[in-house]
């Protein structure tokens, strides 16, 4: 073999190895971004997911003890019960759009991992007497314990 | 009046870069020095105006002139001092400015020292350079305006992102961005090899300290935002694979893999397209590095029409391929270089896996980061590939590099004899397999930590050969015992700049490995008085706090941390609440160790005091990630000194 066709072959042998590990990187990790509705339509046990919805009202149950929490995702057509281990992200809250990541479970439920909260990020001046909420927080806080 | 101002400043700026680009040009075909001295003032106009520009912008700031929207956007009345100046490159706009005035230095620095050593390329080098600066010129005029107005007038600002309010984020952008502009430099000097069709080694010679201190920048940037991440952002880690981290990555990969081929074309005279693709591709992944860690744009496709900052962007990125791209295509018939490759067990092959590798690696991070967007246009399916995509893929290329890291240097040019490479690796590998073993038996059961622990074994042994080599050569001939390791990495400052380079991977490689082998996570729910174990500590939750600061309301926890040996350290992470911000922010508490360092983040807690949750990570070895990363940009400052050596005719 001559030295051009040597150093061909083993261009080409370090561009399929790179093609192969991309492609199965790809494969193993890929995820799927789905609404409940989709995710309720065909659900695969197993399979990673993002599901993104609307937190339902009166669904959140959190046990801080056992770091327990567990909500239901809505699109306003179909709805899929979270768990989670772990604290509520800080803009999680009742009729907020989050973001989890997780995998569907064969029981019934989807498993998060992660949970993303969604927040704008658009400017708002500030409301007069808007932080009226920490002033209250600082006194209880402040309270002799 | 301000905004007035600093429009005209920036108009006029724009104009006579577009002025000087093209007299420039005009310059070094005429051969008329007029043109080029008229080009010249220019950019020192130019350089002036953007002074102007930074200080309307810094005083806006300072007196807290709401009236300009960027102002309003980036500080508020309670922003301490610092940051109100710092929040100029806080975010888009003024991140523009900062790089505008960067580049203009450059230019003015190209122009003091190239105008008569560098007679043929410099017209051109002065051109292409005056050109980009345009762009970022007329980016800031009206896509990107720093001194657009806000109507009604707030009363107050929105604050600087409250991330921002940090050390880190004083330093790390104006390092990444010297990084990102330095870039210009090497490929304006292309452009003007190509232009000329003196497509030597001249422009790589010329070049090639402009090449390491860009280095050394994106070096010193990514290291200090992956303390920022570490220090601030409270999620335990250092680098999350995330697109804008990946933006400042990939440059820095492209840019490593041209900083080692240039060593083979200097000396073997090989690789000139090579080369010339390798600085094309850097430039352009740094405009794309400036284009993405500022606009957003990656959250989804159709934020692209949101900003018309988009489009100018990737307009100018194409504009700049095309026109790199089809020089070299013109240029095509003379780029055959005179060197050849000897043999496949060389230095110049080992350098050359080496690029092959480090581009590949580009490509993974590149695919990796629009796949999202490429997916979503392509087939309408959103999908993203996370950190495992990036691990998966890189994991086994950086593990080659570490090993071709330790071959590569010590190989003979051109053909590596039966003797070579027994006198160089015999006792490197040796010691590597030996240090594997040891490993082992010290209770180290990842296949993967052994391997990446004894490749950083096997490499520091090759280094500590050569260096010790050296050091006695330097004694033979002459040299005092203590005197020699000092004239040996200054008289040979850029191959010793680059093994200390070396060195200062191999202890990252080290932390990197450290870290995600050995790394403990705990998160608790617990009452005044009960601890959560960790590791060897224990972390009881004493009592919460709460402060008002200028700008924010602070609640603080108190924990004292006793561990089996070394008694009792207090430790007060806290959560910040900023009225600007929906979402409070936390701040980490962390003690450093060499061994592991403890890191306690406060989650929710109870109004009341009563009872918090937390979340503890005990981190270990990752402080040899930082101490790595200083002897990497030491090295690199070593290397980007003058060369001491006497010049050999033929190698440069």
Request: one cysteine or more; glycine letters at 10%; a positive charge.
């Amino acid at each position: 073999m001559s030295r051009r066709r040597k150093l061909l072959a083993g261009g080409a042998v370090i561009v399929a190895t790179l093609g192969y590990l991309i492609y199965a990187g790809v494969s193993q990790s890929v995820v799927y971004f789905v609404t409940p509705s989709e995710l309720k339509a065909q659900p695969v046990s197993g399979k990673a997911y993002r599901l993104g919805g609307m937190v339902a009202r009166g669904s959140v149950r959190w046990e801080p003890r056992s770091l327990a929490l567990s909500f239901t995702l809505t699109d306003g057509v179909a709805s899929v019960q979270v768990r989670h281990k772990g604290t509520p992200p800080d803009l999680f809250a009742e009729g907020r759009g989050a973001v989890v990541e997780g995998t569907w479970s064969r029981e019934g439920y989807f498993r998060a991992s992660t949970i993303l909260a969604k927040h704008s990020e658009e400017y708002k001046a500030p409301a007069p007497g808007a932080p009226a909420g920490y002033q209250e927080l600082l006194k209880t806080l402040r309270k002799p314990q | 009046m301000i905004p007035e101002f600093g429009y005209a400043a920036i108009g006029v700026a724009f104009g006579l870069a577009c002025y000087g680009s093209v007299t420039a040009a005009l310059g070094a075909r005429t051969g008329r020095p007029a043109l080029l001295r008229s080009a010249q003032h220019a950019a020192l106009a130019i350089f002036i105006l953007i002074v102007l520009a930074m200080a309307l912008l810094i005083s806006a700031f300072l007196t807290f002139d709401f009236s300009l929207r960027y102002v309003a956007m980036n500080t508020n009345r309670g922003t301490p001092f610092y940051y109100r100046i710092t929040a100029l490159w806080g975010a888009l706009e003024g991140s523009i400015v900062l790089w505008s005035w960067m580049l203009a230095l450059y230019t003015l620095i190209v122009i003091v020292r190239y105008r008569r050593r560098q007679a043929e390329f410099y017209p051109w080098v002065l051109s292409v350079m005056l050109g980009v600066l345009a762009f970022f010129l007329l980016v800031m005029t009206v896509p990107a305006s720093p001194f657009q107005r806000m109507t009604p007038i707030p009363a107050d600002g929105r604050g600087l992102n409250p991330l921002l309010e940090d050390t880190g984020m004083i330093t790390h952008p104006v390092a990444l961005y010297l990084g990102f502009t330095g870039v210009t430099v090497p490929f304006a000097f292309a452009m003007a090899a190509l232009i000329t069709g003196k497509i030597g080694e001249e422009w790589i010679s010329a070049t090639r300290r402009w090449t390491i201190a860009a280095w050394y920048f994106l070096s010193l940037g990514l290291l200090i935002g992956g303390w920022w991440s570490y220090h601030v952002l409270g999620w335990g880690g250092y680098w999350a694979w995330d697109p804008v981290e990946n933006a400042a990555f990939m440059p820095w990969l492209t840019g490593t893999a041209f900083l080692h081929s240039v060593m083979i074309q200097e000396r073997r005279r090989m690789l000139r397209l090579w080369n010339l693709t390798l600085v094309i591709l850097t430039f352009g992944l740094a405009l794309f590095g400036t284009f993405l860690t500022r606009s957003g744009i990656l959250s989804s496709v159709h934020s692209f029409t949101v900003s018309s900052i988009g489009a100018f962007f990737l307009g100018f990125i194409a504009l700049v391929l095309l026109f790199a791209f089809g020089l070299l295509a013109w240029r095509g018939e003379h780029l055959r270089a005179p060197g050849e490759l000897d043999s496949v067990l060389s230095r110049e092959s080992a350098f050359l896996l080496n690029n092959l590798l480090l581009v590949a690696a580009a490509f993974t991070v590149f695919f990796g980061t629009i796949f999202p967007l490429l997916s979503e246009a392509v087939r309408g399916v959103k999908v993203s590939v996370g950190a495992p995509f990036f691990n998966r893929v890189n994991l086994p290329l950086f593990l080659s590099l570490l090993f071709l890291m330790g071959v590569g240097p010590l190989l003979a040019w051109r053909r590596a004899s039966r003797e070579n490479l027994k006198r160089n690796f015999l006792w490197p590998v040796t010691t590597g397999i030996v240090a594997a073993a040891f490993f082992f038996v010290l209770g180290v059961r990842s296949a993967l930590a052994v391997l990446s622990l004894a490749l950083v074994v096997f490499v520091a042994a090759t280094i500590t050969l050569d260096f010790s080599r050296g050091i006695r050569a330097r004694i033979r001939t002459g040299d005092r015992l203590f005197a020699a390791p000092g004239n040996l990495l200054l008289r040979q400052n850029r191959r010793y700049g680059g093994f200390i380079v070396h060195l200062g991977i191999l202890v990252v490689a080290v932390g990197i490995t450290g870290s995600q082998a050995w790394s403990l996570q705990g998160e608790a729910t617990l009452a005044r008085g009960e601890t959560l174990q960790i590791g060897r500590y224990q972390v009881r939750f004493d009592g919460l706090s709460a402060s008002e600061e200028s700008n924010h309301f602070k609640v603080t926890g108190t924990f004292t941390v006793t561990n089996d040996r070394h008694g009792v350290a207090v430790m007060a992470p806290a959560r910040k609440f900023y009225p600007q911000e929906q979402t409070p922010i936390a701040s980490v508490d962390y003690r450093i160790g060499l061994k592991e360092d403890l890191y306690l983040v406060l989650g929710d807690f109870a109004q009341d005091g009563s009872h918090v949750t937390i979340k503890a990570h005990v981190n270990r070895l990752i402080t040899w990630i930082w101490i790595g990363g200083l002897i990497l940009t030491l090295g690199a400052a070593l290397a980007v000194l003058p060369d001491r050596r006497p010049h050999r005719g033929n190698a440069r």
